[in-house]
Antibody, heavy 117, light 107 residues
Framework: QVQLRESGPGLVKPSETLSLTCTVS??????????WSWIRQPPGKGLEFIGYIYHIGSTNYSPSLRSRVTISVDTSKNQFSLKLSSVTAADTAVYYCAKGGDRADYWGQGTLVTVSS | DIQMTQSPSSLSASVGDRVTITCRASQSISSYLNWYQQKPGRAPKLLIYVASSLQSGVPSRFSGSGSGTDFTLTISSLQPEDFATYYCQQSYSAPFTFGPGTKVDIK
């Protein structure tokens, strides 16, 4: 059973970079055909796809966030990460990591990141 | 980006009711459509993928249908644990956009 857990600061200042890590257990981020995603949900709102990364490191980002997003994978730690630069209050959300690109079948519990000075 | 809409945005139903939620895509997505269930404070849970395939462990009272631009999620007999928000997601082309959600609450 794959398990994912998000970690990182819960509070980020405007214009700074949001950085989150997802630790995977019960599976390997480097397994063939594996894909790993980030999805977010502003408080009281719907789900927004951020992007995903293949086990080999190639990525696909939402066009609306592409200029600010970087997703990377660290096979030595069995983790993948999200960086979102130049954040504003509009980036306040629960951030989820998930297994799968086009179909997220395992999710982390989510972590709330608030952008505020 | 492919835009997804859902109707209704919310509905009230009783235990035992048959519930149908509709999802529409802004262009044809073949059968590349997922359904998720989300309860308050919890991560979404995958229910159905490629329009009609039931995810492992999901009760058979959940079913999905449709292709092209129009899809439905049906709960054949609503149970107390089914009160939640349901989202559709197209998996035809990235970004894999979600619908705005349908909240199912107790009548």
């Amino acid at each position: 059973q794959v398990q994912l857990r998000e970690s990182g600061p819960g509070l980020v200042k405007p214009s700074e970079t949001l950085s989150l890590t997802c630790t995977v257990s019960g599976g390997s981020v480097s397994s063939a055909t594996s894909v790993w995603s980030w999805i977010r949900q502003p408080p009281g709102k719907g789900l927004e796809f951020i992007g995903y990364i293949y086990h080999i490191g190639s990525t696909n980002y939402s066009p609306s966030l592409r200029s600010r997003v970087t997703i990377s994978v660290d096979t030595s730690k069995n983790q993948f990460s999200l960086k979102l630069s130049s954040v504003t209050a509009a980036d306040t959300a629960v951030y989820y990591c998930a297994k799968g690109g086009d179909r997220a079948d395992y999710w982390g519990q989510g972590t709330l990141v608030t952008v505020s000075s | 980006d492919i835009q997804m809409t859902q109707s209704p945005s919310s509905l009230s139903a009783s235990v035992g009711d048959r519930v149908t939620i509709t999802c529409r895509a802004s262009q044809s997505i073949s059968s590349y459509l997922n359904w998720y269930q989300q309860k308050p404070g919890r991560a979404p849970k995958l229910l159905i993928y490629v329009a009609s395939s039931l995810q492992s462990g999901v009760p058979s009272r959940f079913s999905g249908s449709g292709s092209g631009t129009d899809f439905t999620l049906t709960i054949s007999s609503l149970q107390p644990e089914d009160f939640a928000t349901y989202y559709c997601q197209q998996s035809y082309s990235a970004p894999f956009t979600f619908g705005p959600g349908t909240k199912v609450d107790i009548k």
